[in-house]
């Protein structure tokens, strides 16, 4: 039969001695605690030393724990990620689908804002004008596939609209009217073959005529022939001869020079005018601007020179 396990200390020496050294080894490792406790607050800096000593001592394993965990981590971050890509992209591509939206309802406002405060200024310019408009009209259509170029404007007879009337934009000159009914009328742009409006350049006054070509482009015709002196870049504006259209008034920008002239890009194309002004005929509103002028005021009378007087003679 095997002895039992639990024996007491008392049947064996080393048992004994063993439990004794415990013993004492306990209580000093308590006196000791005792006397550095105290030690510690009577005097907080004496073991400064052996503290900086072991922390110096213990910095290269407290280095490689702590690149552990910040690698642990990463790792973590870099798993979390990989499982909830999907997720995570599908949202951010659902906000920059809004937010690219929202960007283009911007750009809209901007420009719709732009457009009104053009069209504010032309109006403001033309009341101080003789030739102020005679009347603000959306553009409602214009033809894009014929070789002729009619539009049509939302004024007509009723809002003082007549035949002849150039139409303009506030980026230059459209046409002009060409039929005009109650409420609406027909305008025949500048880019009709049956179009001619006399231009000059606008740096320096070289005279020239600008015809439709049919395609959305002006044929730039010079009255003096021989070298040609356009570049590329030219900027034409009406000249005022005839009496139609007012002077300087945008009319296009000068694309491709030819042997007599050049083909010249519409500065004002009515597919981006929303809106335009049809304004008197020049030379009327010139003389009804002078009609209406006050008469000069009577020159003054002239007063009548005054006479030297005489010097009195000294008395003798």
Known sequence: M???NTRRTGFSKR??????????AAVAGAIV??????VSLLNPGMFAGPRSVAADVAAPAGRAVSAGRSGVQDMGSVLLGYLTWGSTNARMERELAVARIRLAEARAVSEENARLKALLGLREAGAADPARPVAMARMINSTASSLRRFAT??????EGVTVGMP???????????????NHTARVLLITDPESMVPVRRARDGLAAFAQGHGDGTLQLRLIMLGINPLKVGDVFVTSGSGGLYRPDTAVAVV???????????VLSDPSA???VAVEPVFAEAVRMGEALLPPPPPPAPAKPAKKPKAKKKAAE
């Open 2 to 4: 095997a002895p039992p």
């Open 15 to 24: 048992a004994q001695y063993g439990t004794f050294f415990g013993y004492i």
């Open 33 to 38: 605690g005792a006397i550095v406790l105290v």
């Open 153 to 158: 404007i939302s004024a007509g007879r009723e």
């Open 167 to 181: 139409v303009r934009s506030p980026r230059g000159l459209v046409g002009r009217v060409l039929e005009a009914g």
């Open 255 to 265: 694309s491709q020079l030819t042997r007599d002239g050049a083909i010249a890009r």
């Open 273 to 275: 005018s929303e809106f």
